[in-house]
């Protein structure tokens, strides 16, 4: 789990990179590498995992302003299975969403799909249709407008937590309810809190996953698949956020 200390710190360290005459090497280093965002809830609870719809439609227009091109799951797949020799679209980057929150339906969806953006939502599966999260019909209107899915396991227990047989269970049973909800192979998993060890690594490759989605912060270069970076979006980060759009994600702002 990433915490505020240790995002602010990933931060600063950025910034001192990318200061002084070590910004061209640095620069030049993650723009070899892709930015994946993490959101959770977007609505109007005042929780550290709750960005506003406002900010949301922010970010998009952002991105879309800039050019940025969002990566279907399908095109990762392609190129982890290509060992990454199939070319990806310049300023590529890839839109996550945790926990499978009715609010990604209401508001997250529909400014997705006015900025002509994508995303991929990481279900719960024990949990759809519960009260504020989403139903099966709302999973399928979403992937059949282009919007991708994955696994974030039944319980949304941590992994490193568990037994190896519960680990199984976790991630196998998660991917076969949402095969069986979609009529395709869901190839991610996102681990819930980040919490992961190494039996979790093997176990989801011989589950059928292609690759795994941390939360250890980071542009992702795509080196260890099952340990792909991501970069967690926040409540509380708004002015760090930009900061980091500034310096890494939107590099046409800096020439």
């Known amino acids: 789990m990433v915490t505020r200390r240790q995002f602010l710190f990933g931060c600063a360290g950025t910034l001192a990179a990318l200061s002084g005459a070590s910004f061209a090497s640095e620069y030049k280093k993650i723009n070899k590498s892709i930015p994946i965002l993490l959101y959770h809830r977007v609505g109007y609870q005042l929780d ?9 439609e922010d970010d998009m227009r952002t991105l879309n302003r800039e050019g940025y091109t969002c990566l279907s799951l399908a095109q990762v797949k392609q190129y982890l299975q290509s060992s990454r020799s199939t070319p990806l679209p310049d300023k ?24 002509n953006m994508k995303a991929s939502f990481y279900i719960i599966t024990g949990m759809i249709g519960e009260d504020d999260r989403l139903t099966a019909s709302q999973i ?3 992937q059949a407008a282009g919007m991708d899915f994955g696994s974030h396991t039944v319980t949304h227990r941590f992994l490193s937590d568990l037994t190896p047989a519960e680990m199984k ?30 039996q979790t690594l093997t176990i989801a490759k011989e589950a059928g996953y292609e690759a795994g989605l941390s939360t250890h912060y980071g542009y992702e270069m795509f080196h260890s698949p099952f340990e ?27 020439q």
């Open 92 to 115: 590529s980057i890839l839109i996550t969403l945790d926990d499978g929150y009715l609010d990604n339906y209401i508001n997250v969806f529909p400014i997705l799909q006015q900025y």
């Open 228 to 254: 792909m970076k991501r970069i967690p979006l926040f409540h509380y980060d708004r002015s760090i956020t930009y900061v980091m759009l500034r310096k890494g994600l939107l590099p046409t702002l800096l």
């Open 169 to 198: 269970i976790e991630l196998t049973k998660s991917k076969f309810t949402l095969e069986q909800l979609l009529g395709k192979g869901i190839d991610f998993i996102a681990y819930p809190g980040g919490s992961y060890n190494p």
């Open 48 to 56: 550290n995992y709750t960005v506003s719809p406002a900010r949301f």
């Open 140 to 142: 399928r209107e979403m």
